[in-house]
């Protein structure tokens, strides 16, 4: 198979940033992102850009700034997993022997409040059968009845988040919480508090890839970049809150994109030395270590306890301090985590660093359901 390396990456910090435009912070982070991979107009092929809320031919726009058009730029959607899906057609067209050189950029500049979106009928919307934090406090709850988990075990996921994300200048929140600070915000939906929900907001990352010599010193190679979707039926999961039935039996988009990427890379969850998954609410990223075989159902707590997910741990989860502490800019999600493995893969990633790293996985999933698991190795 062919092997496609990272070339160099880029973020544009998340967070609010008032009157700067998501193409301004998406051309930032590709410059950036240029800049390392010593890429100049010419010197790439095609260009990917994810985004839920940009609009028309808004990767157009990030490169037509840079004076980077000419090639094919293709805008690509799939909720919070817009990202790894843009970076899984970037490797894929690679392999091909399509190109040699991809951009991929995701932007995002979040409504505030409640993330709305068209994936649903407006009676559904109304109905409050969307992507709600009602909608995230059932799964929560089932989460907390069936694994044996509680709700101090939910607090405990923020705590190391921000305590992680102390030493991200790229994060939106960077100050520590308490497990007693988080347990006194105001319930949004029982079990979950105003803590334990991401907050929506602004933001970029990028990423270049290159078909490429994976022995070249501080090179990072994308093993695998899967996307999957639902499995028709289940009652909770990301594509049909509320309307379907309930049944565990049914195998989780998440679960299914990290088989097919293990399969790829020829790895398994034992192999994997750090993660960033998705954390939308704490319970989200709980449910997201079983999924992906990182632990077995019920053993998140113990995790926890121990100190295995946190930096400096066993297996340290979302060292960046996650979507928790970073906010979650829909298209650029995905690609931030990519930025922030790579960095830990290549040992720059400061007080946050997690050492002897050498094999990475990022995962997301979001409306559709698309869920996108991604491993990067040195």
Request: charged share 15%; glycine share 12%.
């Amino acid at each position: 198979m062919t092997d496609v390396v990272v070339a160099g990456v880029g973020i544009h910090p998340f967070g609010r940033h008032g009157d700067t435009t998501a193409t301004a912070m998406g051309a930032a982070a590709l410059r950036d992102a240029t800049a390392e991979a010593g890429v100049s107009r010419g010197g790439f092929q095609a260009a990917f850009c994810a985004t839920a809320y940009g609009g028309v031919a808004a990767g157009h726009r990030v490169l037509g700034s840079l004076g980077l058009t000419g090639v094919p730029i293709v805008d690509v959607e799939a909720g919070c997993a817009s990202g790894g899906a843009a970076l899984a057609l970037a490797a894929g067209a690679i392999r091909a022997g399509q190109y040699d050189t991809v951009l991929v950029v995701g932007i995002e500049k979040m409504p505030r409040g409640i993330i709305r979106s068209s994936f649903f009928p407006p009676w559904m919307e109304a109905g409050g059968l969307a992507a709600t934090p009602a909608y995230f406090a059932l799964r929560a709850q089932r989460l907390l009845r069936e694994q044996d988990l509680t709700v101090e075990d939910l607090a405990a996921v923020v705590v190391k988040n921000r305590a992680h994300g102390v030493h991200n200048p790229d994060a939106m929140f960077t100050t520590s919480v308490t497990a007693e600070q988080v347990l006194a915000s105001r319930v949004v939906s029982p079990p979950l508090h105003l803590w334990m929900l991401c907050s929506p907001n602004e933001g970029a990352a990028a990423v270049v890839l290159r078909r490429g010599d994976t022995s070249a010193p501080g090179a990072v190679r994308l093993d695998a970049a899967a996307l999957r979707s639902h499995l028709p039926g289940s009652v909770l999961d990301e594509s049909t809150p509320l309307s379907g039935i309930e049944d565990g039996t049914i195998t989780p988009p998440s679960a299914l994109a990290a088989a097919d990427a293990y399969e790829a890379a020829g790895l398994g969850p034992e192999d994997v030395d750090v993660v960033e998954c998705q954390d939308t609410d704490a319970a989200r990223e709980l449910i997201s270590w079983a999924e992906l075989g990182l632990c077995a159902p019920g053993d998140q707590a113990r995790l926890l306890a121990d100190g295995d997910a946190s930096i400096g741990g066993t297996r340290p989860v979302n060292p960046s301090g996650g979507l928790l502490s970073k906010g979650e800019p829909l298209g650029a999600s995905a690609l931030g985590q990519v930025v922030e493995l790579v960095r830990q893969l290549r040992g720059h990633a400061g007080p946050r660093q997690v050492e002897g790293a050498r094999v990475a996985l990022a995962h997301t999933v979001g409306r559709g359901a698309n869920a996108s698991v991604v491993l990067l190795s040195t």
